[in-house]
């Protein structure tokens, strides 16, 4: 069973704030993801990384930086929410211990800027 | 690259009807498949995979076998609840290429509803 956490669930904040989505996973992974999730429902990579002190920006360009200094952790921020980053944020780990390396995800995040 | 077509949704059937979703894939080598389940306000959960050609996953009464002759992992499931509601997306996890190899292609999900 895999044990990722996201906080908050929900956030409603308004434009020009800084925010920061929290993710934590407690499996030990050392790889860890970032999606953007459209109303549409596809899913975009936004931010990856290979373990602590590494990260890499994904498929799809966001102004949202990540870091990764402790294993357990990636948080996502924004500096200043705009309307545009309305969307669900889900985050995800994976390792390949066993041989295959299966992505776990939270539960998400959904973010409204009003 | 690596491409994941699924087919489109909505799907809508009927308690106990049988279930196909349709996916197929466009890979190098020896791609992992996956078929991720999203209930409503929830995130992915991993339904089943396989690793190899021939390989079938199954959990919870659904089944998919990889096909590497067709390039499809079709999902299927005999007789399908009203808590089957959901987004079901199709994955693929392509061999070592170096950077970025830890990468999961999605397909853009196919929403099915189950009535009673």
């Known amino acids: 069973e895999a044990d990722i956490y996201q906080t908050p669930r929900y956030l409603v904040i308004g434009t020009g704030k800084k925010i920061t989505l929290e993710c934590s996973q407690t499996?030990?992974?050392?790889?860890m993801y970032w999606y953007q999730q459209d109303p549409g429902m596809e899913l975009h990579l936004i931010h990856y990384?290979?373990?602590?002190?590494?990260?890499e920006k994904g498929d799809l360009s966001s102004e949202s930086t990540v870091s990764r200094i402790r294993t357990e952790h990636f948080p996502l921020t924004l500096e200043s929410a705009r309307p545009s980053h309305t969307s669900q944020y889900l985050c995800?780990?994976?390792?390949?211990?066993?041989?295959?390396?299966?992505?776990?995800f939270g539960p998400g995040t959904r973010l409204t800027v009003l | 690259g690596d491409s994941v077509t699924q087919m489109e949704g909505p799907v809508t059937l009927s308690e106990e009807a049988f279930l196909t979703i349709n996916c197929t894939y466009t890979?190098?080598?020896?791609?992992?498949l996956f078929w991720y389940v999203q209930y409503p306000g929830e995130g992915l959960q991993l339904l089943l995979k396989?690793?190899?050609?021939?390989d079938k996953g199954s959990n919870k009464g659904f089944e998919a076998t990889y096909r590497k002759e067709t390039t499809s992992f079709h999902l299927e499931k005999g007789s399908v609840q009203v808590s089957d509601s959901a987004v079901y997306f199709c994955?693929?996890?392509?061999?070592?290429?170096?950077?970025?190899?830890?990468?999961?292609?999605f397909g853009k999900g196919t929403k099915l509803s189950v009535i009673p």
């Open positions: 396989a690793t190899k050609a021939d």
């Open positions: 890979a190098t080598g020896y791609p992992s």
């Open positions: 990384s290979y373990g602590v002190n590494s990260t």
């Open positions: 499996m030990g992974h050392d790889k």
């Open positions: 995800a780990s994976s390792s390949d211990r066993g041989n295959v390396d299966t992505q776990y």
């Open positions: 994955a693929l996890r392509g061999t070592y290429s170096g950077a970025g190899s830890y990468q999961l292609t």
